[in-house]
């Protein structure tokens, strides 16, 4: 459901947070911009040429590794670089916390369990896991690429909500993907769309309010 919607949801037993765009600012244009500069290109190859296609599905699922990641990439982009050069515009993407939104957690977690569950790969979750610490407020960070299962699959969401104990329909679930939100919803999950930090903040904010 949208953010702005006046009817709320009956208070969940858990919250479960996406982890790019909902909690960390993710930009990819930085990463296309560190790539450019290492390889002596122009960064609009990238910007053309980049798609979340298979590969990029199962490097997110653990089925590959960044090394053979990197070797597809290489090919697409007919671009050549050392591993440790698409490794570090690879993990450039991260630009800090949203606005507003830890603090919120933060208080949130005295009160239910709240869980993180990301679309990601092992080189990107140990660059947030070194970086930011502060996540180490959820009681769980569910990692596609360790339960190999990634969103929007609705197996997926069945997965996670075994692995929290909870009913579905007994999960917040906040998202900023189209096509995730859309799989949750499937799989029973309640389900905002997130589109700025301003949405996040004013879910959280309101399930603060029904918790003091």
Same mark, same amino acid.
């Given at each position: 459901?949208? $953010?702005?919607? *006046? ?14 765009? &909902? &909690? ?9 911009? $560190?790539?450019?500069?290492? !390889?002596?290109?122009?960064? *609009?190859?990238? =910007? ?10 199962? @490097? ?13 990439? !290489?090919? %697409?982009?007919?671009?050549? /670089? ?19 939104? /830890?603090? #919120?957690?933060?208080?949130? !977690? ?9 679309? $990601?790969? !092992?080189? @990107? ?13 959820? =009681? @769980? +960070? ?20 075994? %692995? /929290?104990?909870?009913?579905? *329909?007994? +999960?917040?679930? #906040?998202?900023?993907?189209? *096509?995730?939100?859309?799989?949750? +919803?499937?799989?029973? #999950?309640? $389900? ?9 903040? %004013? ?10």
């Amino acid at each position: 459901m949208d $953010t702005d919607e *006046q009817a709320w949801p009956s208070a969940p037993k858990a919250l479960l947070l996406d982890l790019g765009n &909902v &909690v960390l600012n993710v930009d990819f244009r930085r990463t296309f911009r $560190t790539w450019a500069q290492s !390889a002596g290109v122009d960064e *609009q190859v990238f =910007h053309r040429r980049w798609q979340a296609d298979e590969h990029y599905e199962r @490097h997110e699922r653990g089925e590959i590794n960044f090394r053979e990641y990197a070797t597809e990439l !290489a090919r %697409r982009f007919d671009v050549r /670089m050392s591993i440790g050069a698409w490794r570090s515009g690879w993990n450039d993407a991260f630009v800090g916390y949203l606005p507003g939104v /830890m603090p #919120l957690i933060e208080q949130l !977690a005295t009160r239910m369990p709240v869980y993180c569950f990301t679309n $990601t790969n !092992a080189t @990107h979750e140990a660059a947030w896991r070194r970086g930011y610490p502060e996540l180490g407020i959820f =009681h @769980h +960070i569910f990692v596609s690429s360790r339960i190999r299962r990634r969103k929007p699959d609705v197996s997926a969401y069945h997965y996670v909500a075994e %692995r /929290m104990r909870e009913a579905p *329909q007994d +999960i917040w679930f #906040l998202d900023d993907n189209k *096509q995730n939100v859309e799989g949750a +919803i499937r799989a029973g #999950l309640v $389900t905002f769309r997130i589109r700025t930090a301003e949405d996040v903040t %004013r879910v959280l904010n309101r399930l603060a309010s029904n918790n003091g």
